[in-house]
């Protein structure tokens, strides 16, 4: 049985950093992802990452603060968020696939966490 479960989430003040945790059980992925979803908004992609790390991608709106990576021996993804916004606030969703195709569409996950809050205070 596949499951992700996510971790590291919490309460920062802006400027702060977080990690986030994804546990995956059950099989291995060619993709994974971080999306997020803040309230009264559409989930939104993050970040993305190939099965060997060798490939990333993020939004706009995080690079160069976060980043995406994997240790597949514990089969667990990580994001690690430096210089958090309030607008980083939001529950945040690992997110795995079959097949690495530098997709921000959530459609191309078939494997979903149950999500960690995120907040960050101003």
């Known amino acids: 049985q596949v499951q992700l479960v996510e971790s590291g989430g919490g309460l920062v003040q802006a400027g702060g950093s977080l990690r986030l945790s994804c546990a995956a059980s059950?099989?291995?992925?060619?993709?994974m992802a971080w999306f997020r979803q803040a309230p009264g908004t559409e989930r939104e992609f993050v970040a993305g990452i190939s099965w060997s790390g060798g490939s990333t991608y993020y939004a706009d709106s995080v690079k160069g603060r976060f980043t995406i990576s994997r240790d597949n021996v514990k089969n667990t993804l990580y994001l690690q968020m430096n210089t958090l916004k309030p607008e980083d606030t939001a529950v945040y969703y690992c997110a795995a696939g079959s097949v690495w195709s530098r997709s921000p569409n959530a459609q191309s996950y078939n494997y979903w966490g149950q999500g960690t809050q995120v907040t960050v205070s101003s």
């Open positions: 059950g099989r291995t992925f060619g993709a």
